[in-house]
Nanobody, 125 residues
């Protein structure tokens, strides 16, 4: 199984983008899918995570991004989305998605598996 992020591009500050994370194989619905980003010269940082708890969907966000970014999941398409609004130049980074099997690990990138190549998001001022 591999998760491939797509949908990045060059946009202006204030614009929106929707990233997609498509799985090449089936990922258990209970598994967490997380978005991370890495800017040049910086460590990989948590963006958002999503999982199905059985009766509901649970999400979490980096505190600084909550309100601008929204993560969602289409199980029929085996795809997770990241809607990014009001983009800022500091959102410029390569965005990755990956999967981990425990919600308590959602913000720890080193615990994730199935990383894809990432998609570049560049926000100009």
């Amino acid at each position: 199984v591999q998760l491939q992020a797509s949908g990045g591009g060059l946009v202006q500050a204030g614009d929106s983008l929707r990233l997609s994370c498509a799985a090449s194989g089936r990922i258990p619905r209970s598994d967490v899918v997380g978005w991370f980003r890495q800017a040049p010269g910086k460590e990989r940082a948590f963006v958002a995570g999503i999982a199905d708890s059985g009766t509901s969907t649970i999400t979490t966000y980096a505190i600084s991004l909550k309100g601008r970014f929204t993560i969602s999941r289409d199980n029929a398409k085996n795809t997770v989305y990241l809607q990014m609004n009001s983009l800022k130049p500091e959102d410029t980074a390569v965005y990755y998605c990956a999967s981990v099997n425990e919600w308590r690990l959602v913000k720890i990138w080193s615990k994730y598996s199935y990383w894809g190549q990432g998609t570049q998001v560049t926000v100009s001022s």
